[in-house]
Structure formats: structure tokens, C-alpha cells
């Protein structure tokens, strides 16, 4: 009895003794636990992968190992005598000691789960970040090489003429745009480049002077088919006249046979030719300027135009029907008047038709063959014909560029039709200009063919000479408003010694220069320059007509105000240049 209860004795004992030390090591464990996961928080909360949202990593672990480092464990205490207390101390012991474990378990997962998802997150931020990083590096490059760009654009162009629009917070509602005071931005390049390829002289081995024309710059050089059975080399000039200054075409035919000597006087018939489709004519001579018996013709000069050979088919244009059209429609007007003065072309080709940028075309080489004297006599009929039939011969000279336009016939050579992207009735003119349908060709029967397509020409020539017009009328004025501002400049400000060195400061010349300044030197409320030129016009346009509204002017040292109207000043402005005009000269002392 004794033995037995020593057992069960010994038995409770290490029941109650298990019991205490199992949740000992369970507080171990979650101790080391929650220190594991707080050096970790720390670390993860410190790496910069977890830079864009730090605090929140640290917030959600840090509370997660407070959570489990707060929670106290469950302890049961029982008799020591009882034997079933024991057990049951034992039982709910490793309970909650397991519990606890599996809550601690859990808990971490639950942490490094969400450390996961925040650094799966944080490396898709900052791919996305790099990503836009480098899609705004390379609009900046983009940006900067187009600005680099137009800048070498505008340095090509050789222009030193622009109007500056005022900065945009100062734009305001009732302002014009620069455009309404100047020539529209467009024109004036296209003029400009005009008048620089004009002016433009190209070093050559071109003698200086030939008869009556300077400056010789080469053009272009070309082959002229005059008759069936030969042709001749023509080298096209731009030369200056010292009668008029005018630029002009020289087309110079070289060694020319002595026993066949050209006809001049029949270049006379050819001045009477007016056509805005027509290179005119002037003169014919011969010469032995560039070292051999040369003919040479001369023609308006068209700039920047270039023969249809070169524009289109050496530089494999891109050609569209409607530009057929309007080449087909311009050429037929200028034969049209060179068939109504009696005369035919016999040379019209790729090569003697000549077009611009702004595609206008013209007649070129007009009267070189009558010149020549390729056609001892000819029919005119027959002759205007062949002039019409010439027209289809370019076109199928251009489709050529395009295989889609040729037609290949099994057994027979190849046949030039226009494609399926060209309308039926360019298929029908294309056959009626090559004498597929009717030998006979009729100027009246293409202008049937074209139709509406004649309005489209006949809009665009009337919008560019409203583009001229209005452009006209803007600057129809300032010649009057330059000639005033140089009579301001005239009198302001003078440091000569002819006149009285404070002549500018008194009377009513001082009244001058407070215009100019007001006009000139305007600054805005916080200090900045006004560059307003409505505010400069609309002053300029008042004094010169005299207005009789009044303007006040202040002094530089804002210690003075003067008011004063427009035709006051305009008096004062006629009388002080009148003084000038009329000044006597300085006698100087020897």
C-alpha cells in the first residue's frame, strides 16, 4: 500500500513539475519567436526595397510580435493530491502550450506572407517608376532634338526677319495674334527662300558676263527632242540683266554647226505669247562667251522650279491622280494660248515643262525649235496635234514609275494602262490623249473629260490670290508707319555737334521722347518690358492721322506727367524734322 501510494505520489509530482516546466519552454519559445520577427521587421523595414511604403512594414509587424510577446499564457493549478487534478493540470498545460505555438506559427506566416506580397509590390513600384523614368528621358531627348532641329532649320533658311508673340501670360483675350499685323508666316518663307535661291550665285567656270546678263549661276541640264530624229543639249542659267536688274533663264545651246546658222527673228512671234502657264520669251543671241559658237535663248526665270524629269521621275515622286490632273490642265492652258497665236511647241517633253514646290507649272523651251530651224515648213494642224499628243506621251512616261500600271499581254509587248486606284474618266483621258479612241485631239474635249476637276483649279488659283491680297493690305501700311518711326529716330537723342547739344531735350522735341519711350519702353506693372506690338500700332496709326484723343506721357523720373494729344505731337514731329531738313551746315574754324 505504502509502495503504491509512493508511486502515485512520485507520479503526481512529476505531473506538476512537467506541467510548469512545458510552459516555461513555451514562453521560451514565443520570447525567441517574437525577437526573431522584430529583428526581422527591422530589417526588412530598413532594406530599400521596402523604401516606398516603410512605416506601413513596420506598423503591421511590430504589432503582429506585440500581439504575440503580450499574450499571456493559460496556467492551471491544481491540489497535489489529487490525481485527477494532476492530470487534468498536464492535459490543458500542453493545450494551451500547443495553441500557443500554433497561434505563434501562424502569426509569423502571416508576417512573411504579407513581407512577400509588400516586396512583390515594392519591386513592381519601382519597375514601374523606372519605366516612366525612361519614357520621360526620352521625350526630353525627342523635345530636344526637335528644338535642335528647327533651330538648324532656321539657320538654313538664312533668315533674320521673325516677330516674337508676347510671353503666354501675356496673351490676353482682346489681343491679335502677330499674324494680323504682318505677312502671313508662310508666304513670307516661301518668299524669302524665293528671293534667296534668286539672289543665290553658284561659283562655276561660267564666264562673268555674257551680252547684256551677269552673275551666271548653272540650273539644270537637260536633252531636247526637237524633231523625230534628233535632239539637242541644253543647259538652262539664271543670269542678271544690267538693263532692269531682273533675273533671268538663259537656255544656251553649244556648238552650234556655222554652216547652219539659227533664226532669230523668229523668236519674235514668240513675244506675243502671255500665258501664266508660259515661261516668256525675250531675246535670242549668239555668242562666244563660253568658247564656242553658242545659241542662247532667254526666258523668265521661275524660282526654285525644276523640270518635270528631274522633280518626278529622277526623284521617283510620289504622284496621285489629282496632281496628274493639275499637271494636265495647266499644260493644256498654256498650249491653248501658243495654239492661238498661231505657233506650236514641237519640243514639249518631261524635260521642257518646268513646276515649283507650290505646284505651278509652266511651259519652258517655248520657240527653240522655230529657232533652229529644225522645220524647214511644217503643217500647223499636224503640228498642234503632235503638241496634244505630246501631253499623253508624258503620262506615260510618269505611270511607267508604277508597275501596277503596266499590263502584260502573253505574245505581245507590254501595254501602259492606268491602275484600279485611277478614276474611269482619267482611264478615258489617258486613252483619248494617246489616240486609243479618236485620232483627232481637241483642247474642248479634254476640258469635257476633266469636268468639276476645272473648278478645283481655277478655287486654288482665286484662295492663293486672296493669300496675296490680304497679305498685300497688311502690308500695304508699313511704308507709311517706317517712314514715321525713322522721323522719330531722326530727331531723338541727338549727340551731333551741328545742331545745339540739348536741341532733343527742349521745346517740343522732349515731348518726341516721351512718345518714343511710351511707344518704345513700356514695362508692365511688375517691372517687365511690354512687347506689344498692338499697343505700337495702334499708336503709330493714331499719330500719324492726327487723332485728336489724348495720351498722357511721363517723365523718366516719374517726377512729371504730360498730356498731350496725337495731332500735337504729330506738329511737333513735322516741325523738328522740317528743322532738320532745313539745317544749315556748321562753319568750321580753321
Known amino acids: 500500500m505504502s509502495n503504491s501510494s509512493s508511486s502515485a505520489g512520485q507520479q503526481q509530482w512529476r505531473a506538476r513539475s512537467n506541467g510548469p516546466s512545458s510552459v516555461a519552454e513555451s514562453l521560451n519559445k514565443q520570447k525567441s519567436l517574437t ?13 530599400p526595397a521596402f523604401q516606398p511604403s516603410p512605416s506601413k512594414v513596420r506598423q503591421k509587424t511590430v504589432a503582429t510580435a506585440s500581439t504575440i510577446a503580450d499574450k499571456p499564457p493559460t496556467v492551471v493549478y491544481t491540489h497535489r493530491n489529487s490525481s485527477n487534478g494532476s492530470a487534468n493540470t498536464n492535459a490543458n498545460a500542453n493545450a494551451n502550450a ?3 505555438a500554433n497561434a505563434s506559427n501562424a502569426s509569423s506566416r502571416d508576417v512573411k506572407d504579407e513581407h512577400q506580397d509588400l516586396s512583390a509590390k515594392a519591386v513592381r513600384n519601382d519597375n514601374a517608376i523606372a519605366q516612366l523614368q525612361s519614357g520621360i528621358a526620352k521625350t526630353h531627348i ?68 555674257v551680252h547684256n546678263y551677269h552673275s551666271l549661276s548653272p540650273l539644270e541640264t537637260v536633252h531636247v527632242v526637237y524633231n523625230m530624229s ?27 554647226d556655222p554652216a547652219k546658222g539659227p533664226n532669230l527673228g523668229a523668236i519674235d512671234s514668240w ?29 523668265d526665270y521661275k524660282p526654285m522650279a525644276s523640270s518635270l524629269k528631274h522633280t518626278l521621275v529622277d526623284n521617283r515622286a510620289p504622284v496621285t491622280e489629282a496632281l496628274l490632273w493639275s499637271i494636265v490642265l495647266q499644260v493644256v492652258s498654256g498650249l491653248r494660248a501658243i495654239h492661238a497665236a498661231g505657233l506650236a511647241v514641237h519640243t514639249l517633253d518631261l524635260a521642257t515643262v518646268s513646276m515649283t514646290p507650290t505646284g505651278r507649272v509652266y511651259l519652258n523651251s517655248c520657240g527653240l525649235a522655230d529657232v533652229l530651224g529644225a522645220f524647214a515648213s511644217y503643217n500647223i494642224e499636224a503640228a498642234l496635234q503632235n ?26 509587248s507590254p501595254v501602259m494602262m492606268p491602275g484600279p486606284s485611277f478614276t474611269t474618266d482619267f482611264k478615258e483621258l489617258f486613252g483619248y490623249l494617246n489616240r486609243r479612241l479618236t485620232p483627232v485631239i481637241a483642247i474642248d474635249d479634254i476640258l469635257r473629260l476633266a469636268g468639276s476637276r476645272v473648278f478645283l483649279e481655277l478655287d486654288a488659283a482665286r484662295r492663293e490670290t486672296d493669300l496675296l491680297s490680304r497679305n498685300l493690305r497688311l502690308e500695304m501700311a508699313n511704308g507709311r508707319l517706317a517712314r514715321l518711326v525713322c522721323k522719330i529716330n531722326f530727331i ?52 500719324d492721322a492726327g487723332s485728336a484723343e489724348r495720351v498722357m506721357l511721363m517723365s523718366r523720373d516719374e517726377k512729371s506727367c504730360l498730356v498731350v494729344s496725337y495731332a500735337e505731337l504729330k506738329r511737333c514731329i513735322d516741325a523738328a524734322y522740317q528743322e532738320l531738313v532745313n539745317s544749315q551746315p556748321k562753319q568750321w574754324r580753321n
Do not use: C
Open 35 to 47: 525577437d526573431r520577427v522584430k529583428s526581422s521587421a527591422k530589417l526588412r523595414a530598413s532594406s
Open 98 to 100: 500547443n495553441a500557443n
Open 142 to 209: 525627342s523635345l530636344e532634338a526637335q528644338r535642335a532641329s528647327d533651330k538648324a532649320k532656321d539657320a538654313a533658311n538664312d533668315d533674320d526677319f521673325f516677330l516674337m508673340e508676347p510671353a503666354p501670360g501675356n496673351n490676353k483675350e482682346y489681343m491679335k495674334p502677330v499674324g494680323h499685323f504682318a505677312i502671313d508666316e508662310g508666304l513670307r518663307r516661301m518668299l524669302t527662300e524665293e528671293t534667296r535661291m534668286t539672289d543665290h550665285v553658284v561659283e562655276s567656270e561660267l564666264p562673268f558676263q
Open 230 to 256: 534628233g535632239s539637242v543639249t541644253q543647259h538652262e542659267i539664271k543670269a542678271q540683266s544690267i538693263a532692269d536688274g531682273n533675273h533671268y533663264s538663259l537656255h544656251r545651246i553649244p556648238s552650234l
Open 271 to 299: 513675244r506675243v505669247v502671255n500665258s501664266p502657264n508660259v515661261a516668256r520669251v525675250h531675246e535670242a543671241f549668239t555668242t562666244r562667251a563660253f568658247g564656242d559658237n553658242s545659241l542662247v535663248v532667254v526666258y
Open 387 to 412: 503638241d496634244l499628243h505630246a501631253v499623253g506621251n508624258m503620262l506615260v512616261v510618269i505611270l511607267a514609275m508604277n508597275r501596277e500600271n503596266v499590263v502584260a499581254v502573253q505574245g505581245q
Open 492 to 543: 531723338t537723342e541727338r549727340t551731333d555737334s551741328v545742331m545745339d547739344p540739348e536741341w532733343s531735350e527742349t521745346g517740343d522735341r522732349y515731348l518726341i521722347k516721351l512718345f518714343r519711350d511710351y511707344v518704345f519702353h513700356l514695362v508692365s506693372e511688375d517691372g517687365r518690358p511690354v512687347v506689344d506690338m498692338a499697343h505700337v500700332v495702334g499708336n503709330l496709326n493714331k499719330l
